[in-house]
């Protein structure tokens, strides 16, 4: 996990685009000072929250691009609201704390959020990190729908392969197997591996 601790030219608008952001700070005096600085980049802040648990349904209410999220919040910590978003509504996370012990920054590296950023917070620091957290959070979702699409090939291709071995079983060469499942497919204007699974459900032929 990155800490954004040295100074950084400030940029304005990540990419270009204003962000819709909820804050979830419980102290009142913080979080207006972030709501300004967020403003000053040409972001928008849509909600705010005073616990974790106020903070997850912010998130859900509002769907912002980006939740700033203190690590120390009441009834409900950062780090398990985090993991609530990560299962039940995704979106980048950048943790706020007061102090990085090196206990807790093991613990933060393990959680899907996307950055932290040591309190007092300035828009030198503030700006990058909202940038980092959001184009890595739009790498990871690249990367997990890349491995969602292999899986899938894979399993069509076992499907198929399934198909062809119980069209051959039943005596057609590989090659007529292989041409029954395209016909079959082009016919009913589904894909192979749907063809296949027909087959494999009909038992052959």
Not at 12 to 37: F, H, N, Y
Not at 108 to 123: F, S
Not at 147 to 156: N, V, W
Request: proline letters at 5%; aromatic letters at 2%.
């Amino acid at each position: 996990m990155v800490q954004y601790a040295r100074q950084q030219e400030v940029c304005a608008v990540p990419s270009g685009k204003p962000l819709r952001i909820v804050i979830a700070e419980d102290e009142g005096i913080i979080c207006l000072g972030l709501k300004a600085m967020l403003r000053s980049l040409g972001h928008r802040v849509v909600a705010t929250a005073g616990t974790g648990i106020e903070a997850v349904a912010c998130v859900k209410a509002h769907h912002p691009d980006l939740l700033l999220l203190d690590l120390n919040m009441p009834e409900m910590d950062g780090l398990t609201a985090a993991r609530i978003l990560a299962e039940e509504h995704p979106l980048p996370i950048l943790l706020l704390t007061g102090y990085a012990p090196k206990e807790r920054v093991e613990e933060t590296a393990l959680a899907p959020v996307m950055g932290w950023l040591v309190k007092p917070v300035d828009e030198t620091r503030l700006a990058p990190a909202l940038e980092v957290a959001v184009a890595r959070f739009a790498e990871r979702a690249a990367a997990a729908e890349r491995a969602a699409r292999l899986k899938q090939q894979l399993a069509d291709h076992n499907l198929i392969r399934q198909a062809k071995r119980l069209l051959m079983a039943q005596g057609l060469s590989e090659d007529e197997a292989y041409h029954k499942i395209q016909a079959g497919a082009r016919r009913r204007q589904i894909t192979l591996a749907e063809q296949a699974l027909r087959i494999i459900k009909r038992g052959g032929i």
